[in-house]
């Protein structure tokens, strides 16, 4: 009987382990690369909406240490995380917002680019437990539930598809609890080019800046 239980405790961790090997595998690769820079679509649909809303945009990234998140063509807004702050821009008005990396605003977008500890492998299985995987023709895709009590109160599921021989994300989909699904797709990333230090940068002097 005991060790009958002791099985049964086992199984489940084992079988966990198993189906995320894939996502864990291209994290940590993900998480190598020198840089990345990539566009991508992104497309809302919401109850409110009668269609859905897609938009252009263009990453800078350097795994681990800064962004640059521009939406809309013309760009309508900028994110840019230089290493110690966050930038919010509104390039239609020229306002600004200074943000502290930890805040939930952007949360979504560090876990979507892999930055931060919560983005870790580690770290996404303490926030969210996995309800179904599936793998083929070199792409993983794993369904994600919110486990925080916390998050459950802002999101119904987190869908990851990656590309296994980039090892960077093609999709990323979020359904809120209010049946909002708001997903990022990204086309073929530019891996490992040089990324000038001034992509990371801007002239703050062009920008009114909330206080």
Request: proline content about 8%.
């Given at each position: 009987m005991t060790r009958l239980l002791l099985l049964i405790c086992i199984f489940p961790?084992?079988?966990f382990a198993n189906e995320l090997e894939p996502l864990e595998n291209a994290l940590k690769k993900q998480s190598e690369h020198k840089s990345v820079v990539v566009l991508f679509r992104q497309t809302k649909k919401s109850p409110a909406l009668t269609e859905e809303i897609k938009t252009m945009g263009k990453l800078w990234l350097i795994p681990g240490q800064a962004f640059r998140w521009e939406v809309g063509k013309p760009k309508k807004q900028t994110i840019i995380y230089n290493g110690?702050?966050?930038l919010v821009l509104d390039e239609l008005k020229?306002?600004?917002?200074?943000?502290?990396?930890?805040?939930k605003s952007v949360k979504p977008l560090f876990l979507t680019l892999g930055m931060g500890d919560d983005a870790t492998f580690e770290g996404l299985s303490k926030?969210?437990?996995?309800?179904?995987?599936?793998?083929?023709q070199g792409r993983y895709v794993a369904t994600l539930a919110?486990?925080?009590?916390?998050l459950k109160k802002m999101m119904q599921s987190l869908i990851m598809q990656v590309n296994l021989e980039t090892s960077f994300p093609?999709?990323?989909g979020w359904v809120q609890r209010d049946g909002t699904e708001a997903t990022t797709e990204f086309f073929e990333p530019k891996l490992n080019t040089t990324v000038q230090a001034s992509t990371f940068q801007i002239d703050e002097s062009?920008?009114?800046w909330e206080k």
């Open positions: 961790l084992t079988l110690e702050e966050v020229k306002t600004g917002e200074r943000l502290s990396p930890e805040d926030l969210f437990r996995i309800t179904s995987t599936n793998e083929a919110p486990k925080p009590r916390a093609e999709r990323i062009a920008y009114t």
